[in-house]
């Protein structure tokens, strides 16, 4: 099944240890062989192949076990500079975020609240 943006984080749970089981059995290994080399314990293998949820580094060791640890670069990729910042002549990588603020309309300046 392919994953999708609009699918619910139980099925993409589901999808995911559904892959890691696949991948194991692939290389013939067993959950207990899987969480030694992963340095995890065979529960984390079995809760992962389940569907439940697993702490972001465990995944990490498991992938690694299974030698998938090279597609994680697809999870986030490497930001790029924009075009913009090209055509500029600075190039600068950001470091946080901005929204602009709701100005008050002229005319409309700050009163203290029992002078309203």
Request: glycine share 6%; charged share 30%.
């Amino acid at each position: 099944m392919k994953i999708t943006l609009t699918m619910p984080e139980t099925t993409t749970l589901t999808e995911l240890g559904e892959r890691a089981r696949q991948y194991r059995v692939g290389m013939n290994l067993t959950q207990a062989e899987l969480a030694k080399n992963a340095g995890v314990s065979q529960r984390t293998i079995e809760r992962l192949e389940a569907g439940s949820s697993v702490q972001l580094d465990t995944l990490i060791r498991i992938l690694r076990a299974l030698r998938l640890s090279t597609n994680l670069d697809q999870l986030i990729p490497e930001a790029s500079i924009r075009p913009i910042q090209l055509a500029g002549s600075r190039v600068e990588v950001r470091q946080r975020s901005y929204k602009r603020r709701d100005t008050a309309p002229k005319g409309q300046g700050w009163v203290w609240g029992d002078k309203k």
